[in-house]
């Protein structure tokens, strides 16, 4: 007989912890997990003392996990996952297909005109009406955490030169191009300094173009925003700044490089594919395919 160390206490505990960890604290997880702080706080004392460890530091200076607690919120929340797919893989071998999948999208993906990920949602849902998706915009760095922490099965993302860390499914082709405001507020385009974020053709552009550096910016909205003020130069997806033409005039800089790559359906190579996400990618595929 299989003698398992976590009994279903313990496994609904590890839960509480997790979500506590991942909301940033007691109060935070309650509304999240339906439960008061009292109970919360004694679902993640019974981990420790099951661990033998402290998991996180609690009190007037806020919540903050320690070091065995990151590696316990690593592991506990991959083994959750694990145990979560056993129904679902279970009902795809009967040609049922159920449970969640989760997709991880960058921004502004939806307003390129060769996107047909609400129609791809669309078929998903025809073919298997049991599969929940759920779908998160994050930005470039934080889909590629998420992918490498078996937060997201899919991420929706650009794939840019010398990549090779996962898998890639080509959907369509995005460019990207530096643009300034049609009327800058001080001298020249050229003296302008390039908005910054966590993103290859900036750090791109900083190092071979010689622009100086302007201020960091958390996304597209806050670099068109900056942009548009006239004062920053900008690095942005040309079907963006479309949109953003119907109320300010933006222009190409002079000599700007132009910045191609795909889109592309992105999943963790080290992570066994589910049934649901296989039908998605081919969902995808199919749709995209004479792009």
């Given at each position: 007989m299989i003698q398992l160390d976590f009994d279903e206490r313990d496994l609904r505990s590890l839960r509480v912890f997790c979500n506590a960890a991942q909301a940033g604290g007691f109060a935070a997880a309650e509304k999240r997990l339906h439960?008061?702080?009292?109970?919360?706080?004694?679902?993640?004392?019974?981990?420790?003392?099951?661990?033998?460890?402290?998991?996180?530091?609690?009190?007037?200076?806020?919540?903050?996990?320690?070091?065995?607690?990151?590696?316990?919120?690593?592991?506990?929340?991959?083994?959750?996952?694990?145990?979560?797919?056993?129904?679902?893989?279970?009902?795809?071998?009967?040609g049922v297909l159920s449970g969640t999948l989760t997709i991880g999208i960058v921004e502004h993906t939806l307003t390129h005109p060769d996107c047909k990920i609400p129609e791809a949602l669309a078929l998903l849902r025809e073919r298997a009406p049991n599969v929940r998706p759920e779908i998160s915009i994050m930005t470039f760095p934080d889909l590629n955490q998420a992918l490498r922490e078996h937060r997201v099965d899919i991420a929706i993302r650009g794939r840019y030169p010398r990549e090779g860390e996962f898998n890639y499914l080509p959907l369509f082709s995005e460019t990207h191009r530096i643009y300034t405001a049609a009327k800058t507020v001080r001298g020249a385009a050229q003296d302008l300094p390039l908005v910054c974020r966590l993103h290859p053709y900036v750090d791109q552009a900083l190092a071979t173009e010689g622009y100086a550096r302007g201020p960091d910016a958390g996304g597209l909205e806050a670099i068109g925003l900056l942009v548009a003020s006239g004062s920053y130069l900008g690095i942005l997806p040309v079907h963006y700044v479309q949109l953003l033409g119907k109320r300010y005039t933006l222009r190409i800089k002079a000599n700007s490089p132009a910045y191609h790559h795909p889109i592309c359906a992105v999943t963790e190579q080290s992570r066994p594919s589910t049934h649901r996400a296989d039908l998605f990618l081919g969902i995808l595929k199919e749709l995209h395919g004479s792009n």
């Amino acid at each position: 007989m299989i003698q398992l160390d976590f009994d279903e206490r313990d496994l609904r505990s590890l839960r509480v912890f997790c979500n506590a960890a991942q909301a940033g604290g007691f109060a935070a997880a309650e509304k999240r997990l339906h439960m008061s702080k009292a109970s919360i706080s004694r679902h993640v004392r019974e981990v420790e003392k099951r661990l033998g460890v402290q998991l996180c530091e609690r009190g007037p200076a806020g919540f903050k996990l320690t070091p065995e607690g990151e590696v316990a919120l690593k592991l506990a929340a991959s083994a959750l996952r694990s145990l979560e797919r056993i129904r679902t893989e279970i009902d795809a071998v009967h040609g049922v297909l159920s449970g969640t999948l989760t997709i991880g999208i960058v921004e502004h993906t939806l307003t390129h005109p060769d996107c047909k990920i609400p129609e791809a949602l669309a078929l998903l849902r025809e073919r298997a009406p049991n599969v929940r998706p759920e779908i998160s915009i994050m930005t470039f760095p934080d889909l590629n955490q998420a992918l490498r922490e078996h937060r997201v099965d899919i991420a929706i993302r650009g794939r840019y030169p010398r990549e090779g860390e996962f898998n890639y499914l080509p959907l369509f082709s995005e460019t990207h191009r530096i643009y300034t405001a049609a009327k800058t507020v001080r001298g020249a385009a050229q003296d302008l300094p390039l908005v910054c974020r966590l993103h290859p053709y900036v750090d791109q552009a900083l190092a071979t173009e010689g622009y100086a550096r302007g201020p960091d910016a958390g996304g597209l909205e806050a670099i068109g925003l900056l942009v548009a003020s006239g004062s920053y130069l900008g690095i942005l997806p040309v079907h963006y700044v479309q949109l953003l033409g119907k109320r300010y005039t933006l222009r190409i800089k002079a000599n700007s490089p132009a910045y191609h790559h795909p889109i592309c359906a992105v999943t963790e190579q080290s992570r066994p594919s589910t049934h649901r996400a296989d039908l998605f990618l081919g969902i995808l595929k199919e749709l995209h395919g004479s792009n």
